[in-house]
C-alpha cells in the first residue's frame, strides 16, 4: 500500500502526519518527494547506506558540423533551441531531455550529455526505511528524482509518500504511484482554498481520498465544512496541540515519544488502511 499525503500549502503539517505514519507500519517505507526542501530526514536521522545521484541528458552542440537548418528547433516544443547569429543555442531550464533534437538531427551535430540535477539518499531508522529526494539549488524541475523515487518504490509495499506542498508537476508527479492519498489542511479559509486545490487534483488522478484538519482550534471550520459538502471523509480533526507543536518542532517524532500520540496516529493508519482494503491491523506495530 502506498500513501501519498499532501497539502495545498507548506506549513499545514503534512511532514509531521508523513512522519508519524511511516513509523507505525511494519516493515514501513518513507519517501520525501519534497525534493525542493526536503526535512523528514531531520526527524528520523536515517543512518545512510546508499546515496545515488540523478542526472539527466541535454544536447550539446557540436557547432562546426551543425548547418542552421533549424529542424531542430522546429521540432522543439518547449522553445529550448534557437538559432541565433549562426550558432545553435540550447536553454537548459526548459529542456525537457526527450532527447529527439539529436535524433532528428541530419548531421549528428546534437549529442547528450549527462547533467546531476539531484541526488537520493536511502537510510534506515528504527526499522523505518528512509528515502529522500534532494534537487540541487539552481534546478529548474525536481520531476525527474521524483521519477528516480517512484521506480525506487515500485516493488514496496507499505509506504508513505511525503508530498511537495501545492498542486504542481512535482506534486502530481508524486501521487502517480498512490493507492491513498491523505489531504492536510488547516481550519482557515486560506486552508480550505488549498484543500480544494489538492482535492481538485487527487480527483483527477481517480485517487481515494480523506482529510485531516489539523490545528483546530473554534468551532469556526471552513475546512470541515468543505468535507461535509463536498461528501470528503475526515479522517482526524486534530486540535491545536502545543505539545505536539513543541516535539515537532524539536525535530522529534511524536509516536516515539509519548504513548498517546501513538495511540492517536494508529487509530488514523488504521482508518486508512480500511478505507483501502479492510484490513487494519496486519500493518500496524503494536
Same mark, same amino acid.
Do not use: W
Given at each position: 500500500? %502506498? ?40 526527524? !528520523?536521522?536515517?543512518? $545512510?547506506?546508499?546515496? %545515488? ?10 557547432? =562546426? ?9 522546429? !521540432?522543439?516544443? &518547449? ?5 541565433? #547569429? ?7 531550464? $526548459? ?14 551535430? *546534437?549529442? =547528450?550529455? /549527462?547533467?546531476?540535477?539531484?541526488? *537520493?539518499?536511502?537510510?534506515?531508522? =528504527?526499522?523505518? #526505511?528512509?528515502?529522500?529526494? !534532494?534537487?540541487? @539549488? ?17 516493488? =514496496?509495499?507499505? $509506504? ?14 508524486? @501521487? ?30 481517480? #485517487? %481515494? ?7 483546530? &482550534? ?37 509516536? +516515539? ?10 487509530? *488514523?493508519?488504521? /482508518?486508512?488502511?480500511?478505507? $483501502? +482494503? ?5 500493518? *500496524?506495530? +503494536?
Amino acid at each position: 500500500m %502506498k500513501i501519498a499525503v499532501l497539502s495545498g500549502k507548506g506549513g499545514a503539517g503534512k511532514t509531521m502526519i508523513a512522519v508519524n505514519l511511516s513509523e507505525l507500519m511494519t516493515d514501513g517505507v518513507y519517501v520525501d518527494c519534497d525534493v525542493e526542501e526536503p526535512n523528514g530526514h531531520l526527524f !528520523f536521522k536515517p543512518k $545512510v547506506t546508499e546515496v %545515488k545521484e540523478v542526472n539527466v541528458k541535454l544536447p550539446k552542440v557540436n557547432q =562546426e558540423l551543425c548547418n542552421g537548418c533549424r529542424k531542430c528547433v522546429e !521540432f522543439c516544443k &518547449f522553445n529550448a533551441l534557437a538559432y541565433i #547569429k549562426n550558432t545553435l543555442l540550447v536553454f537548459d531550464e $526548459v529542456c525537457h531531455s526527450c532527447g529527439g533534437c539529436s535524433i532528428i538531427c541530419p548531421e549528428n551535430a *546534437i549529442k =547528450e550529455e /549527462d547533467k546531476a540535477i539531484g541526488s *537520493i539518499q536511502s537510510g534506515y531508522s =528504527e526499522g523505518t #526505511k528512509v528515502i529522500s529526494g !534532494f534537487m540541487n @539549488i539552481g534546478e529548474s524541475s525536481g520531476v525527474p528524482i521524483i521519477e528516480e523515487l517512484n521506480h525506487m518504490i515500485s516493488s =514496496e509495499e507499505n $509506504v508513505i509518500i511525503d508530498c511537495p506542498p501545492g498542486s504542481a508537476c512535482v506534486v502530481m508527479e508524486s @501521487i502517480k504511484e498512490a493507492d491513498y492519498c491523505i489531504l492536510v489542511a488547516e481550519p482557515t479559509i486560506f486552508g480550505t482554498h488549498n484543500l480544494a486545490m489538492v482535492h481538485e487534483l487527487a480527483v483527477k488522478f481517480n #485517487k %481515494k481520498i480523506g482529510v485531516i484538519i489539523n490545528k483546530t &482550534f473554534s468551532e469556526n471550520n471552513p475546512a470541515k465544512e468543505y468535507c461535509i459538502k463536498n461528501n470528503l471523509p475526515i479522517l482526524s480533526v486534530l486540535p491545536y496541540d502545543s505539545e505536539l507543536g513543541l516535539i515537532n518542532s524539536n525535530g522529534l517524532i511524536a509516536v +516515539r515519544e509519548q504513548e498517546n500520540y501513538k495511540k492517536f496516529f494508529a487509530l *488514523i493508519l488504521e /482508518d486508512v488502511l480500511e478505507e $483501502v +482494503r479492510n484490513e487494519t491491523t496486519s500493518n *500496524i506495530k +503494536r
